[in-house]
């Protein structure tokens, strides 16, 4: 029943007594008191439930406005809280506390078709046991003023982590073989066996790249030419990327599009939670990863 009926009663029932008033409005007196001996616990839920919408609105502005209830819910348990995620998703739209959208923008891949042949090693299968099993790669384009910064990036499949990236104000090779080269260097610089998994572009077509991939033992790999789901991985971190930092803002300074860029890169490996990974950022999901082996290392 509407509780405003409750309280209409409750406002009126001085005057016209809490009898007539129900039976005016066809509700059961048993009822009405019921609703009154439930006036103090409604209180407390409704006060716990404005102390959790200031803490989901916390939440929601020190990640820039792009979690939605999934990602809200599990910064919350990772802050102590016991919550059920139905009623964080119930609180964020009553109070239209809403995540991120973006549709899909045009690709800047320039497809070689004449290039010597990559084999799909990945097959659409983007996940891997162990971290340096799988990369993948892509470049996108950053809107600065009336000209571009470009950024490449390097993620390791396991971990969601981007592990090498580069930016500039070109889309020449070196743009892809330096994210590569940041990638080898945060891994150690021993990465032989893993696979690097890009499109058709032609910056990872080139002769340079190869030879770039061949010298650290680096497999190369691709998917079919214009197909989207084939470097699915790459695509869907841009896409948060775009929604999440660039959606709806104007850059006018090379510089502190960079500097921006570069924020946004090292809050998405330490700070932002994904679902793929059990709602741990790509550095919690690593550590977890690699602490039994470390352990045992330790103990031997």
Known sequence: MNPRRWDFISDHRALLGVKRLCRVLNVSRSGYYRHLAGAGARAEREAAD??????????????????????????????????????????????????????????????????????????????????????????????????????????????????????????????????????????????????????????????????????????????????SYDNALAESFFQGLKRELLHGRAWFSKTQTRLELFRWLSYYNRRRRHSSLGYRTPIEFEQHLTQPRTLTLAAA
């Open 50 to 227: 404005r102390m959790m919408v200031e803490e989901i609105r916390s939440i929601h502005a020190a990640h820039g406005g792009s979690y939605g209830a999934p990602r809200v819910h599990a910064e919350l348990q990772a802050r102590g809280q016991v919550v059920n995620r139905k009623r964080v998703t119930r609180l964020m739209r009553v109070n239209s506390i809403v995540g991120r959208h973006l549709r899909r923008g045009k690709r800047t891949t320039i497809a070689v078709r004449s290039a010597t042949a990559v084999p799909d090693l990945v097959a659409r299968d983007f996940t891997a046991a162990e971290l340096d099993a799988k990369w993948c790669g892509d470049i996108t384009y950053v809107p600065v003023d009336r000209t571009w910064l470009y950024l490449a990036t390097v993620i390791d499949v396991c971990s969601r982590r981007v592990v090498g990236w580069s930016i500039a104000d070109h889309m020449r090779t070196s743009l892809v073989t330096d994210a590569l080269e940041m990638a080898v260097a945060a891994r150690g610089g021993h990465v032989g066996g893993v696979i690097f998994h890009a499109d058709h572009g032609s910056q990872y077509m080139s002769r340079t790249f190869a030879e770039v991939c061949h010298r650290h033992g680096i497999r190369r790999s691709t998917g079919r030419v214009g197909s």
